[in-house]
RNA sequence: GCGGGCGUGGCGGAAUGGUAGACGCAAGGGACUUAAAAUCCCUGGACUUUUGUCGUGCGGGUUCGAGUCCCGCCGCCCGUACCA
């Protein structure tokens, strides 16, 4: 017998319509069940959907699904992340405005993520360009700024010289402009900032409070925030040294126990006492301009050679009048952190041990290794930084690091230097404030003006939302809001006078910092709806990139405090479970000239070797690496040719299996053949079994012949194995299981004969189960199959099957037996046998007989359940 | 540089400290077919003569037992505050 293919081109449209009439998905805040929001980070509208939008949407929309068939209430939003600097590269390549080009690419991909079929309300739907959305954005930011958590300082910039413009860091290539090839130098800029840092503290701390993120996240954010212990202390400079009037250096120190081995002072190139040094020091002068050259990231800073010079001033030591050491300026250390001082102990720091090394200054230790001599220990080339003893280091001699600390603490607390305490204690932070203001077009106004004499101003709530002008043009670089006609122009809210406006637009980052808070009420004249927002936040589950680990997350979980203090939401944490996902990868393909796209590529195998050709040209190619699918590269494949050719269900199958959502997953052609087999195998299953199945309201009950039970057992342990999967984000094992059940079904359905009552039974019961668990990750195959077996509504509001416990437990289990940690054989139980009965009976066994040779076991380790070693 | 992660057959991967390689892909063999596709069945870590021995990036360690835990390396990936 044939059976007709299943055609997804056909059948999914089909479902999504009817799901869409259905309103199936369409979400109330006060529907029946317990709430549940499923929310993946939403894309940037690059212009096209990606295999990692697939990746991503499809593991929402598993979770979303499930848990709607579990009887929650769920809530499953979209939208759209679309300021940020490419919709300006395109306004500047291709003289397209970046709203009509935003716009147009939502709109594409749009369609494109409806065509796989995602349980989304796509009635909450905005994109962050939309006026309505920066409008009260600009609420948020004015309520930020009256809660004092928004201000403006300097900050450096990238400053590309020939097309006077701030530079992203990635448009600054190898130190140099990416357009105009110019040797970007940094800058200072007044900017706005959020006090992200007044909530250091609590961002850390909070941490601990969310066991469903993943530890690796919660690491790397503690260790961002970087809290540490320490001491502020002051240095007097030499007086026969220092510049006029600067008396002293402060450096932040979380290890004074080491104060005896300081042997330099080190300042950052911007720190004040560098730039006063500079006045009298062309050297130094010289050497500080160049700093300036290094970029403005820390991957650049920290991988420069270190290098310093020498001010020719001198620091008193803080225990020891008559002991100096020199100040350097050094390119290593970052105004931003600290105080921009430190002192360095060599011995103890292998950064500073290089920079003693390279200058000639002393390496004296303090710190004592265990069991070794105080005589002959010396430090070389490697710099001791774990726990020992203090030694060379008068009153702390003898002492533990710990409470070495704490004696030089409480000595200089209370010693007065120029009246005030030499030291103070200090908790610092390696969190530095959250700059947000970016001199670009394309990205929501700060809502504030500047006044002759009123200073800078926030405009009025009522006068919002300060709209970006529509007639704006590209045509040179910088910023086109700066050099724009008329927009600038205001009136002060404060005075009445002539006002400019503010002309920075804010961090994208800020965007997608409330987006989520905004889906819950995503028409509200305020920024939140209240109650809505507390109604349906935390954010249940979230999912995206672990690109995101850091900075995304961290600033949403600061806007959520900042909104709680402004009364918007009350909530401690945005997300209260996290999943992050791997990307999606794909072989690299180049011929002589440059990257080839994988629908370009033919392989074929000689001499058991993959080889590669370009269709378009018959040209040899080379099979590169296997790397993020990436525009440059042409390593992309058009989901859009995918479901056009297998349909999204196939798809979908795809990206859940074989990989763990959290690694990354290789895209391959034969993978998706082998996932569309799969689609057209279930299909086939249900179509031929589905003649000899009792009818869907029969009420027939499965019989208790080992086939029917076969078959019982099977589904049954299939569901709840799959629905742990399911919680535990493992699809690509619940992949595997269904995969073992349809095995099995298969083989099952061809001993059973149309007369055998409870088997048939069984095997609707089995199907019916089958659709259901295979319905959230190929949801319009679920449909029909359903249809198929007869059954009322729809699969996607079916609920979740339920199981029989009894079915799931054994009476015998087999215990594989291992001598000496080997396996040598099994041994088959009751399943409630005790140790004793165990370990009589493995003492029986012929092949542990002969092993023991008459002597008794050295030892037995019997697992109950699980495994028995004997140790002879 | 720093912080975090990952590394298992030809490939993707599975394995609460307890039988390493579930499940899938690719490959090989067979059945069906005039033939092919599709489908179904069987075989696949390496070495070895049955018997075994060796195998989870490399080198050590803990344990009755290590892919899993600890220490030291190597390689790759993510982040590094203006890419999103």
């Given at each position: 017998m044939t059976t007709e293919r299943y055609n997804p081109r056909t059948a999914e449209p089909k479902w999504q319509k009817a799901w869409a009439e259905a309103k199936l998905?369409?979400?109330?805040?006060?529907?029946?069940g317990e709430k549940y929001y499923v929310l993946e980070?939403?894309?940037?509208?690059?212009g096209r959907i990606h295999m990692g939008h697939v990746r991503n949407y499809a593991l929402g929309d598993v979770v979303a699904r499930y848990k709607r068939a579990k009887g929650f209430n769920v809530l499953h939003p979209m939208g759209w992340d679309a300021f940020g600097m490419p919709a300006e590269n395109a306004a500047m390549q291709n003289k397209v405005h970046p709203a009509k080009w935003t716009y147009e690419n939502i709109d594409t991909m749009r369609k494109q993520l409806k065509s796989m079929g995602l349980?989304?309300?796509?009635?909450r739907e905005f994109a962050t360009c939309d006026v309505d959305y920066y409008h009260r954005q600009q609420m948020l930011f004015l309520d930020l700024l009256a809660k004092g958590l928004a201000y403006r300082k300097k900050s450096k910039v990238n400053w590309d010289p020939v097309d006077m413009t701030v530079l992203a860091n990635e448009q600054v290539i190898d130190g140099k402009g990416?357009?105009?090839g110019a040797e970007v130098e940094s800058r200072e800029l007044t900017q706005w900032f959020f006090k992200i840092t007044d909530f250091a503290e609590d961002l850390s701390t909070a941490l601990?409070?969310?066991?469903?993120?993943p530890e690796k996240v919660r690491l790397m954010q503690k260790n961002w925030i970087g809290k540490s212990e320490g001491l502020m202390l002051r240095w007097a400079l030499a007086k026969d040294t220092a510049p006029a009037g600067i008396d002293d250096v402060t450096v932040f120190t979380?290890?004074?126990?080491t104060l005896y081995g300081a042997s330099f002072i080190a300042v950052a190139p911007d720190h004040p006492l560098a730039a006063k040094a500079a006045e009298s020091n062309p050297a130094l002068a010289a050497f500080i301009a160049e700093t300036?050259?290094?970029?403005?990231?820390a991957a650049a800073i920290e991988t420069a050679e270190k290098k310093g010079v020498a001010t020719g001033i001198e620091a008193v030591h803080p225990l020891d009048e008559s002991w100096r050491v020199p100040v350097y300026v050094a390119?290593?250390?970052?105004?931003?952190?600290?105080?921009g001082a430190v002192f360095g102990c060599p011995a103890h720091d292998q950064r500073d041990l290089d920079f003693a090394r390279k200058y000639g200054l002393p390496v004296r230790p303090v710190v004592l290794p265990p069991h070794e001599d105080p005589v002959a220990f010396s430090v070389a080339?490697?710099?001791?930084v774990d726990d020992g003893v203090i030694y060379?280091?008068?009153?702390?001699?003898?002492?533990?690091p710990d409470e070495a600390f704490e004696a030089v603490a409480e000595r200089l607390e209370a010693t007065q230097l120029f009246g005030a305490p030499q030291a103070s204690r200090k908790v610092n932070y390696r969190l530095r404030d959250w700059g947000?203001?970016?001199?670009?077009?394309w990205g929501c106004p700060i809502p504030v003006l500047h006044c002759e004499s009123c200073g800078v101003v926030p405009e009025k709530r009522e006068n919002l939302p300060i709209v970006l002008p529509?007639?704006?043009?590209?045509?040179?670089?910088?910023?086109p809001l700066d050099r724009?006609?008329?927009?600038?122009?205001a009136t002060c809210p404060q005075c009445g006078g002539d006002a400019s406006r503010e002309t920075d637009t804010m961090d994208t980052f800020v965007d997608s910092s409330w987006y989520f808070a905004r889906?819950?009420?995503?028409?509200?004249?305020?920024?939140?709806?209240p109650q809505a927002a507390n109604a349906w936040l935390p954010v249940d589950q979230y999912i995206g990139?672990?690109?995101?680990?850091?900075l995304h997350l961290l600033y949403s979980r600061f806007f959520v405090r900042a909104m709680r203090e402004c009364g918007h939401l009350d909530l401690d944490?945005?997300?209260k479970g996290l999943f992050t996902q791997g990307m999606v990868v794909h072989e690299t393909y180049r011929d002589r000239r440059e990257w080839v796209p994988p629908v370009d590529v033919r392989f074929s195998e000689t001499e058991g070797k993959r080889v590669a050709t370009r269709i378009s040209t018959n040209a040899p190619i080379e099979i590169g690496g296997i790397e993020k699918m990436s525009k440059s590269k042409k390593n992309v494949v058009d989901p859009d040719d995918i479901i056009a050719s297998y349909g999204a269900d196939t798809a979908r199958w795809f990206v859940l299996?074989?990989?763990?959502?959290?690694r990354d997953v290789i895209w391959s052609e034969a993978g998706v053949e082998g996932a569309h087999r799969f689609v057209q195998r279930l299909w086939r299953l249900f179509v031929d079994a589905a003649p000899k199945l009792?009818?869907?309201?029969?009420r027939a009950t499965p019989g208790s012949d080992d086939l029917s039970l076969n078959i019982r057992k099977a589904v049954h342990r299939t569901v709840a194995g799959v629905s742990d999967d399911i919680e535990r984000l493992a699809f690509n094992k619940a992949i595997a299981r269904v995969h073992e059940l349809v095995n099995q079904l298969s083989a099952s359905f061809g001993r059973m004969?149309?007369?055998n009552g409870g088997a048939t039974a069984a095997a609707r019961e089995a199907l019916s189960m089958l659709a259901r668990i295979v319905a959230p990750m190929m949801p319009h195959l679920a449909e029909a199959l359903w249809e198929v077996l007869g059954e009322p509504g729809l699969a996607a509001s079916a609920p979740w099957p339920q199981i029989?416990?009894?079915?799931?437990?054994?009476d015998q289990v087999t215990l594989p037996i291992q001598i000496n940690g080997k396996k040598r054989g099994d041994l088959t139980v009751p399943?409630?046998?005790?140790k004793a009965d165990i370990e009589q009976a493995v003492l029986a066994l012929d092949f542990v007989r002969e092993a023991l040779a008459g002597q008794a076991p050295k030892r037995l380790v019997v697992v109950p359940g699980r495994i028995v070693n004997v140790v002879v």
């Open positions: 998905f369409e979400t109330q805040t006060d529907a029946a980070m939403f894309p940037y509208p690059s349980s989304l309300d796509w009635s990416w357009r105009s601990d409070r969310l066991p469903e993120w979380t290890r004074p126990d300036r050259k290094t970029g403005t990231t390119n290593f250390v970052l105004m931003e952190y600290g105080t080339d490697k710099a001791y060379n280091s008068a009153f702390l001699d003898g002492k533990t947000i203001s970016r001199q670009r077009y529509e007639d704006i043009d590209f045509d040179k670089p910088g910023n724009h006609p008329t927009w600038r122009k889906f819950t009420a995503p028409r509200a004249d305020e920024p939140t709806d990139g672990i690109e995101h680990a850091i944490e945005p997300f299996s074989d990989s763990p959502p959290d009792p009818a869907a309201g029969a004969e149309a007369g029989d416990r009894s079915l799931l437990v054994d399943a409630d046998a005790g």
